[in-house]
DNA sequence: ACATGTGTTGAT
DNA sequence: TCAACACATGTG
């Protein structure tokens, strides 16, 4: 039997991995409209990967491949848990197309050999060739070098490192000159950066336990799972504040307001609302995972989900904010 | 399997 | 700085 997800809550990688829409729905997510982990990141086998909003298991959305089993997510879950939201939409990044190897963080932008200074290129564009664009001594340089590049080739909907925003109006990102060692000054500061894996994950149920299958005799599963589910403490979680956040990462600003201001051509910012919807009190209500699927999530009982999840309310959002 | 686009490497 | 190859990833 087929597994059926709603195609609304279907995002391919080519519509996800546009950084506005991208950061901008992680931002809901990772602003406590839900918990961190409703967001995974599928291995998607020989389809390719894809990144799905879809299907709320174990306090997770995943979505659903017939052949996909829960196991096919544990990594994702995981790397969600262990990264801050910083480390993760880089991670998100550097996966879209053609962006999967290297040393920077950044599009279009490598070390140079010669020099150990940062070398932006664009590559194909306009015809073929490829574009030098120079070298910089940071990686930020480079990839907003990168950014401009590829905005003026590719239009507007060009997959950016920063938002297209900080190229659009006055306000170019602010971004911290470090000496040298940027890399590990950066890394230090995501780690302060860094939103708690639990403080975001509250959905999880107690009488979920029950629902989950403790006993496959996989470790990894059950670490992954027993992780998730863990009992949050709500009161004493660190309360994150979005603008404080949005303050460290430029590239992250006024996203929501990019969509409004910038008149951005077949970008379809429904798929965004209407996945974002899923997450209003009512929508989760609504959203019955047993209709989502005509079986059970790689064999696993999703029966207690859509109770579970009515108390997944703004209640636990509002308590954050 | 093929197309695409970026990382890497070497030459100039 | 330029050019070309390597290669991961998405797509049909």
């Known amino acids: 039997m087929k597994l059926q997800t709603p195609s609304h809550l279907k995002l391919s990688l080519k519509n996800v991995f546009e950084p506005r829409k991208l950061i901008s729905m992680l931002l809901k997510i990772l602003n406590q409209e839900a918990p961190f982990t409703e967001v995974s990141p599928g291995i998607g086998g020989p389809g390719g990967t894809k990144l799905i909003f879809g299907t709320r298991l174990h306090g997770t959305t995943f979505r659903a491949r017939e052949e996909d089993k829960l196991e096919t997510y544990t990594k994702e879950v995981e790397e969600m848990e262990n990264l801050s939201k910083e480390e993760y939409l880089t991670t998100l990044r550097r996966r879209s197309s053609g ?86 000054e950066e890394d230090v500061e995501m780690k302060q950066e860094l939103i708690t894996p639990n403080s975001l994950n509250k959905v999880v149920q107690p009488d979920e336990n029950e629902t989950h299958n403790h006993h496959q005799g996989d470790n990894q599963i059950e670490t992954s799972v027993s992780k998730l589910e863990k009992p949050i403490n709500t009161s004493d979680s660190q309360a994150m504040d979005p603008i404080e956040e949005h303050k460290h990462y430029p590239w992250d600003l006024c996203l929501d307001n990019s969509f409004s201001s910038i008149p951005i051509p077949d970008i379809s910012l429904e ?13 989760f209500e609504e959203l019955d995972i047993e209709f989502t699927f005509d079986e059970p999530f790689g064999g696993v009982s999703t029966s207690h989900s859509s109770s579970s999840l009515s108390t997944m309310t703004s209640d636990d959002c509002s308590s954050i904010n």
């Open 271 to 283: 798929e965004a609302s209407e996945f974002l919807r899923l997450f209003d009190d009512n929508g």
């Open 99 to 184: 962006f999967s190897r290297g040393v920077s963080k950044y599009r279009g932008v490598a070390r140079h050999h010669h020099n150990g200074r940062w070398e932006a290129r664009i590559g194909r564009v306009s015809g073929n060739k490829y574009l030098y664009l120079g070298t910089y001594d940071t990686q930020e340089e480079a990839a907003m070098a990168y950014d401009m590049a590829a905005i003026e080739h590719r239009g507007p909907n060009a997959v950016t490192n920063f938002d297209i925003n900080n190229y659009m109006d006055k306000n170019m990102p602010k971004i911290e000159v470090k000496e040298e060692e940027e890399e590990e």
